[in-house]
């Protein structure tokens, strides 16, 4: 028996053939800004092109005015609401205070005048300390004035006229002077804190005396135009320096002939310093005021201002007595 072993045909794969022509697509409408219609796969590059074409910014949240300056309440346990309320509340209080004083006080204490009374400068502080230590040889003693822009006069600041009273070195004074009181009661191993408070009240208490006696003389002798309550105040506070240059003497121990006669200076100073300046109040030197003063009434505002130079004795006597 034999057998015959044929061998299978061959496989035969189809070879592909492509048309000759390949159509081109039907028109379409215009596509959206940002889309390519290809008839074929685009290349590599244009596909890249495409997709890094439309590159939009990152999004920014728009900030809110009306939250940009309100403080995070929440943080203390309160409310938008509650906070809101407070603030407003806050602020009607303040109002409320500022016109009552405005009303109630405005007339009594000129508080547009405390502005001008502190209108110095370092040059003006030297001088004006070397004024009231060492009046003896100074001149002129009157003060300037100036023309304003509406063509009213009106005293020119300290920081122009040393003759101008100020309201700086009186007040840096009193708070000097209420220092050394408590360093020498401390020296002395008596210090207590009610000592504060009672040299405060007896520098107020001396400031207002010298302040009344010096209006009600102005008012019984009929001084027109007295000056501002602001002025005299400033001329009774200039009495601190003396003080605490007696008070210096006494911390160093220099002895009670020392003492003596530094507070004996300090006094003649200011009640030479006193004098000289309230002249100008009681005794203006203005055209207005030279013929209706008669003979005796000028004698008698001397003798007024020669006694509140003598006053001035008094004052200090009291103020180096702590």
Known sequence: MSYYSRSPPPLQHPVPTHPAFIPEPPSTPASPQGYQRFASSPPPTQQYAARTQYNPPPFQPIPNPQHQHIPDFAAWGMNDSTAQFGMHLGQTAVAAGQDYVQKNFAGMIPVTMLKHHFNVSNSYVMHKLQLVVFPWRHKPWTRKVRRTEAGHTEWQPPRDDINSPDLYIPLMALVTYILIAALQTGLQERFHPQI???????????????????????????????????????????????????????????????????????????????????????????????????????????????????????????????
Not at 203 to 211: G, I, K, P, R, Y
Not at 221 to 241: E, H, M, R, S
Request: with cysteine; glycine share 8%; net charge positive.
């Open 196 to 322: 504060l408070g009672t040299s405060a009240t007896r520098a107020l208490l001396v400031v207002l005396l010298d302040f009344l006696f010096v209006q009600c003389g102005c008012y019984l002798l009929n001084v027109q135009g007295t000056g501002q309550v602001v002025d005299l105040i400033a001329y009774g506070g200039y009495k601190f320096v003396g003080v605490i240059l007696t008070l210096f003497a006494g911390l160093l121990n220099l002895g009670t002939t020392i003492y003596t006669l530094v507070f004996l200076y300090a006094f003649a100073a200011n009640a030479l310093f006193v004098l000289r300046s309230l002249r100008s109040v009681v005794l203006p030197d203005s055209p207005a005021n030279v013929g209706t003063v008669n003979p005796a009434s000028r004698k008698r505002r001397i003798t007024f201002l020669f006694l509140e130079a003598v006053l001035q004795v008094v004052y200090m006597g009291i103020l180096v007595r702590v």
